[in-house]
């Protein structure tokens, strides 16, 4: 019922929801909207609540009740209750597409609170707040699972089904709604004798709440003795008295030995932690086992793009392959590089990677951030973005003040997206800026899933895309790193596809669909980041207004190329091992065995005795099982990318094309169905490793244009 809500997009994607309706679709140009690029360069200033000073505040999103903490239970009393009225209407409404239409009601009622609240419970900066979303998410969490073994109200739904009449009659988007409602019904285990169904909702509550405890412990700092590591590296460290904490890998620390200590520190076994993992992936098996998969893989896969872990094992495997011998070239670059900075200690280890991968880029092609920065202000940032959405989609982006009490921050920047005909689409909430406390990561969250209402007006989704970027100066408006502005468009793409994925049902809403397809939106987004013709548009010096030189541009593409093999290895290692842990059970030896096994055979470099990675593998929770989605996706932005856009990064026809076949269907199409519109071929797995691999060659024409 609420497995579309609950779909999160980490780096890539945060969760689903829906907050409360915004009122009919406007289609009129709104005079409170602003040019995008200055307001992000602009102090934000807030209206009164509406009615004056002493009016009533509004809540976040413009939801009333959310003015404070305690509104949460009020929002999810008032879900509940039209939950529950839902229900009945379903269970006595004769097979129809009104059957449908309730359902996705019932799934919307749910998910507004839901989701509004799981992202709230991560971003919010007062305890009060996340701490009463916590609850709102478990409660509401609870609920759900209740209702997918609700057996009266599968029935009503299976009536519609066996109506072959009925089924006959009805539109591809809503038949593809009803059966993936039946499929949410069918992995809870509808199917079982009552005991078994009550079993299916305690596990599925275990997972959740073990999924939060595993998660949270992911991010923990571990602690050490002072005396253990040599004075000269403890000021890399936070102290706590006699302590050092260690909160992570100093990746892009010179010092090798601050890299070896916190490598070995930060990933050093927790028993607790370990315990919750071995405990999630016990649960999650039986899980499956019990509503009929042989492992939580082969559940996980349905709906997806690749299907079966078979089907990703095939990909891993062809894709490893092909990598190796490149791979191998990296790791003796680095080597050689290791030697040359350190000769006392040359051997290649795995906290080296990130770093002498950097060092041979940026001493290759010159590649220092700050000569980058200057020309990536966020302002001219989002112009470019503006710009590139008007010539390829029609859309603009409008800066919209705030109401008192609707935003968490006062540095929340609200866009209204709005098609050159269509009118207003939706908003986009820019929570860009580093505050304390908030999680260093780049996502995206659905916090309003748009659907065609009962009145015939159109629900208008909301997002929230969250960044961690610098504030500006008194004598610099905020600069992007070149890694920044590609993040930033990265996260611009996910938006993009839940304001145009516009279905009738907001169960399959935008970014609602299998997550190995939910990342290729984005992900083709970086190439419209790496492209000379795009970034020509507004790269500008913030001073001089001097454009980026080409080359400049050039230089940077290349240089990701550097050690690309050895990098994409490490992804492809990650993606088996979570293979490994969501298949057969019981496991054959421990997750850290099983961890040092995979990483000498498929990444290469040595495993760290009484180290234990597993426990900081954050995506394990979001994305169990399907870690290879980021993989498959980028194959699949590669060939949309080389055959449609390549030639002309703002082809109108191409980037209608691109909205009608991929982006308009959100999860209401099988999503190989979509690449195929797009690509007017079926790809094989081949196709996907020969996308990837081709993307690791140089441009010949870069060192010919340098020279």
């Known amino acids: ?59 976040l999103f413009g939801v009333p009740e959310l003015s404070c903490p305690e509104g949460f239970q ?32 019932l799934s919307d009622a749910l998910c507004r609170v839901a989701d509004l609240a799981d992202f709230v419970k991560i971003a919010h900066p007062d305890f009060a707040f996340r701490e009463a979303a916590e609850e709102a998410c478990r409660n509401i969490g609870t609920v759900v699972e209740k209702l997918n073994t609700d057996v009266e109200l599968c029935q009503s739904l299976r009536r519609l089904l ?73 000021y890399n460290f936070t102290a706590e008295g006699n302590y050092l904490q260690v909160a992570g890998l100093h990746a892009d620390c010179p010092d090798d030995l601050v890299r070896e200590a916190a490598y070995k520190i930060f990933l050093y076994p927790n028993a607790e932690q370990l315990s919750r993992l071995e405990d999630l992936l016990a649960s999650r098996n039986s899980l499956a086992q019990l509503v009929g998969y042989d492992t939580f893989a082969h559940r996980a896969l349905q709906g997806t793009m690749a299907k079966t872990p078979e ?22 670059m680095m080597t050689k590089m290791k030697m040359k900075l350190n000769p006392q200690n040359s051997k290649l280890m795995p906290w080296d990677h990130p770093y002498y991968s950097g060092v041979l880029r940026a001493e290759r092609y010159n590649i220092d951030p700050g000569l980058y920065c200057p020309f990536f202000s966020l302002g001219a940032c989002m112009e470019g973005l503006n710009s590139l959405f008007s010539q390829l989609l029609g859309i603009s982006l409008y800066a919209e003040q705030t109401q008192s009490g609707e935003v968490w921050s006062e540095d929340i920047r609200k866009l209204a997206v709005v098609h050159e005909t269509e009118g207003l689409l939706g908003y986009i909430y820019c929570d860009f800026f580093q505050r304390p406390d908030k999680p260093h990561q780049d996502c995206h969250f659905t916090v309003r899933g748009g ?80 492209d000379y013709r795009v970034v020509n548009q507004f790269a500008r010096h913030y001073k001089t207004g001097q454009p980026l030189p080409k080359n400049m541009v050039s230089r940077l593409c290349e240089s990701k190329k550097v050690c690309a093999a050895a990098d994409m290895q490490l992804q492809v290692f990650y993606a088996v091992l979570d293979q490994i842990y969501h298949g057969k059970h019981p496991l054959k030896k421990s997750t850290t065995e099983l961890l040092k096994e995979t990483q000498e055979k498929v990444y290469g470099l040595p495993y760290v005795p009484n180290t234990a990675w597993q426990l900081r593998f954050s995506h394990l929770v979001g994305y169990g099982a399907k870690y290879y989605s980021y993989l498959m996706s980028r194959a699949v932005a590669s060939m949309v990318w080389k055959q449609c856009f390549a030639q002309d990064p703002f082809d109108r026809a191409m980037g209608e094309r691109y909205r009608r076949e991929m982006l308009a269907h959100g999860g209401g199409k099988e999503p190989i169905l979509m690449v195929q519109g797009m690509l007017q071929k079926s790809p094989s797995v081949e196709d996907f490793v020969d996308a990837l691999v081709s993307d690791l060659d140089q441009d010949f024409e870069t060192f010919i244009t340098d020279s």
């Open 1 to 59: 019922m609420l497995a579309g809500c609950r779909r999160a997009l980490p780096v890539a994607l945060g969760r689903a929801v829906r907050g409360r309706a915004a009122g009919p679709c406007r289609r009129a140009v709104s005079t409170s909207w602003c040019p995008v690029g200055a307001a992000f360069d602009a102090k934000q200033q807030q209206q009164e609540p509406r009615g004056g000073a002493a009016g009533r505040e509004t809540g």
């Open 74 to 105: 009020e929002a999810q009393d008032k879900a509940l209750q039209e939950s529950e009225q839902l229900v009945q209407k379903a269970c006595s409404t004769p097979p129809g597409p009104e059957t449908v239409m309730i359902f996705d009601q």
């Open 162 to 234: 066996a109506d072959e009449v009925v089924m006959s009659s009805l539109d591809p988007e809503t038949r593809r709604v009803a059966e993936l409602f039946m499929f949410d019904f069918e992995i809870s285990g509808i199917h079982l004798d009552e005991e078994k169904r009550k079993k299916a909702v305690n596990l599925n509550v275990r997972i959740l709440d073990l999924c939060n405890e595993f998660l949270t412990g992911t991010h923990l700092p571990n602690k050490v003795d002072k005396h253990v590591l040599p004075e000269h590296i403890r």
């Open 311 to 332: 089907t990703v094992t095939q990909f891993l495997e062809k894709l490893s392959d092909q990598l190796s011998k490149r791979t191998q070239k990296d790791f003796e």
């Open 451 to 530: 659907r065609l209402r009962e009145d015939g007006e159109y629900q208008l989704p909301i997002v929230v895309l969250m960044l961690s970027l610098p504030r500006s100066t008194r004598s610099a408006p905020t600069l992007l790193s070149p890694g920044m502005m590609e993040n930033l468009f990265h996260e611009m793409g996910h938006a993009m596809h839940s304001m145009l994925g516009r279905t009738r049902y907001q169960h399959v809403t935008g970014t609602r669909c299998p997550t190995d397809f939910a990342e290729v939106p984005s992900i083709l987004m970086e190439y419209f980041a790496n």
